[in-house]
């Protein structure tokens, strides 16, 4: 790892460490003593950006996405981790997903055939977006993780890239209209086809 990349990664930790509410929720999924896990995709990203922006106040987000990796776990896992978190936090919208299924999800929701990932940070990289391509973790002895297999520039560069491995530009651009990205984060660049080189 570059001394540029380590730098950014201390940075995002030190913001998952200032955000007391992010704090309690890896604190909540630490509980569940998952072998290999994480909190990504939009509560990390909003943290950033909004720290980018100045905003005062955090955004409110949708849900919070726990994602881990167990190849041992039946499909019913997710709905028994999403029970058990939920008793510790009623009022978060736990969305749990076991990354060594995703390839039946795809089969069964879209008909595509993809292979098996081969770990949490696999899983991690076929996100829909570069920036989004974020997890972190809490360790045992508090320490926090950053998972970012395509590394933390895009994200802190406010950039909005197109990580074509699992999802169409369509799914991509249907993405950044549906969750209002420059409606939320005016200062982001949405890269086009032509700028993805």
């Known amino acids: 790892m570059s ?9 995002l930790i030190r913001l998952v460490r200032s955000s007391s509410t992010l704090m309690a929720l890896l604190a909540a999924v630490r509980s569940l003593h998952l072998q290999s896990w994480c909190i990504g995709a939009g509560v990390v990203r909003g943290l950033v950006w909004d720290h980018l922006h100045g905003f005062s106040q955090p955004s409110r987000y949708d849900d919070v996405d726990v994602t881990y990796y167990d190849n041992t776990a039946d499909e019913k896992q997710d709905e028994k981790l999403t029970r058990r978190l939920l008793a510790i936090s009623p009022s978060v919208r736990w969305e ?10 795809f089969l069964k929701a879209h008909g595509q055939i993809v292979p098996p990932l081969r770990s949490l940070e696999d899983g991690i990289a076929t996100w829909p977006e570069y920036a989004t391509c974020v997890g972190v973790n809490l360790n045992a002895d508090d320490t926090i993780e950053a998972i970012a297999p395509h590394g933390l520039q895009d994200l802190f560069d406010l950039k909005v890239r197109h990580n074509a491995t699992r999802a169409s530009a369509d799914v991509f651009m249907q993405r950044i209209t549906s969750k209002r990205l420059i409606e939320r984060w005016p200062m982001l660049s949405i890269m086009d086809a032509s700028q993805w080189a």
């Open 3 to 11: 001394d540029h990349d380590q730098e950014l990664e201390e940075r």
């Open 96 to 105: 749990v997903t076991n990354q060594a299924l995703i390839h039946q999800w």
